[in-house]
């Protein structure tokens, strides 16, 4: 691979290809971190949608600081993924969650973007080194899986396949942490990762107990908001459990409890994904929601973990009013650029 063509700290204009969801909360913290932001999505209203999900995602954005110059007129949205990726300095892909159509479009774009520029699939558990099989030059593809929303949510965890250069991983973590991300770089692949791998573990759990009576959905979600969700928002589920040991911390822990790990209480196949276990999800959540709305949630959410990251130092408690009456706080996410 070729090296890349600027350094991290040098970077100014990002591509964001597929705006759903996930690509659309990448534009909004890369233009919140006052990138110049071009995006590429081929559903017909996807600019629509991508500007209303910048829109929605502003407040929030302001409250915890914009970088100078930033702003959402800084996004182009292209009408060909070329000429999206045509002068970008770092790719990230946010297609839906297919094998085949990841491996297409990676070599797409690594057709199209210049030279040694790094790509980043935001892909939320296959391998890279099953995504770059077409690509001319793998050595550039890493994954950056984010978290939801992108724009608030610190982590990323970076990884490389098999035929990734370790040059490019390195580059994408340090990236990452330029444009005000937490970073787990990964020394091997690892399908789900390490934040999907436990959280796939505790989703199959739910699954298991909502298809089998044994809960509700709303059990489930306040068993973890009203408990350990509390923990870990600071402290993870290691150091957590350290204390459950009381002076004996680790050690007696495991003694302690060490048995119960061969309880019924995990169970190792995934439940069946039928009509059934979906209705009754469907249900539990529109029943959780009551009469918000998706938009309502999104902002709810949003608010919530920006209270959960102020609150555990990760952002300034005290904001300063500015003249136009919006809250600007220097952001700490963001303090190597
Ligand atoms: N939704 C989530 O919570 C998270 C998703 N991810 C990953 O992010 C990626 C995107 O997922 P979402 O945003 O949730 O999906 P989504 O369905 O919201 O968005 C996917 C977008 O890709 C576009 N698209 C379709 N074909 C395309 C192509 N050939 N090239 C470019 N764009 C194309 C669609 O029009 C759509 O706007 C997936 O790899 C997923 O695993 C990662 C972390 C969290
Ligand atoms: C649901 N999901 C597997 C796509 C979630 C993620 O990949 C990360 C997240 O946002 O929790």
Same mark, same amino acid.
């Given at each position: ?105 990676? @070599? ?74 937490? $970073? ?94 979906? @209705? ?27 209270? $959960? ?29």
């Amino acid at each position: 691979m070729p090296s890349s063509p600027c350094a991290p700290e040098e970077v100014r204009r990002v591509a964001c290809v597929g705006a759903g969801v996930i690509g659309g909360g990448w534009v909004a913290h890369f233009l919140a971190r006052g990138y110049d932001v071009t995006a590429w999505d081929p559903a017909p209203d996807a600019e629509e949608k991508l500007r209303r999900l910048v829109a929605a995602a502003w407040p929030a954005l302001e409250q915890i600081g914009l970088a100078d110059g930033a702003s959402p007129d800084r996004l182009t949205v292209a009408a060909t993924l070329a000429e999206a990726v045509a002068d970008a300095q770092f790719v990230q892909e946010s297609a839906p969650e297919k094998l085949e159509l990841k491996r297409s479009l990676l @070599a797409q774009l690594d057709a199209a973007a210049p030279p040694g520029v790094v790509i980043a699939s935001s892909t939320s558990g296959y391998p890279m080194t099953d995504m770059q099989t077409e690509a001319a030059d793998p050595g550039r593809l890493v994954v950056g899986h984010p978290f939801n929303p992108p724009y608030l949510i610190p982590l990323v965890e970076v990884v490389g396949g098999k035929r990734t250069d370790a040059a490019a991983v390195e580059w994408a973590s340090r990236f990452y942490k330029v444009a005000g991300k937490s $970073v787990i770089t990964m020394e091997r692949e690892l399908p789900g990762f390490i934040a999907n791998r436990l959280q796939e573990a505790l989703w199959r759990e739910a699954l298991h107990m909502v298809a089998n009576g044994e809960a509700t959905v709303k059990e489930i979600d306040d068993s973890i908001t009203e408990g350990p969700g509390l923990r870990w928002a600071f402290m993870g589920p290691c150091l957590t459990f350290a204390l459950a040991g009381g002076d004996g911390g680790m050690g007696h822990m495991l003694d302690h409890f060490g048995p119960s790990l061969k309880s019924p209480w995990t169970r190792l196949e995934a439940p069946e994904l039928d009509d059934t276990l979906r @209705a009754a999800m469907v249900e539990g959540c529109d029943e959780a929601a009551g009469s918000r709305t998706i938009a309502q949630l999104v902002a709810e959410r949003d608010q919530g973990v920006i209270d $959960v990251l102020r609150a555990t130092g990760r952002l300034p408690r005290q904001r300063t009013e500015g003249t136009d009456g919006i809250a600007h706080t220097p952001s700490t996410m963001g303090d190597e650029k």
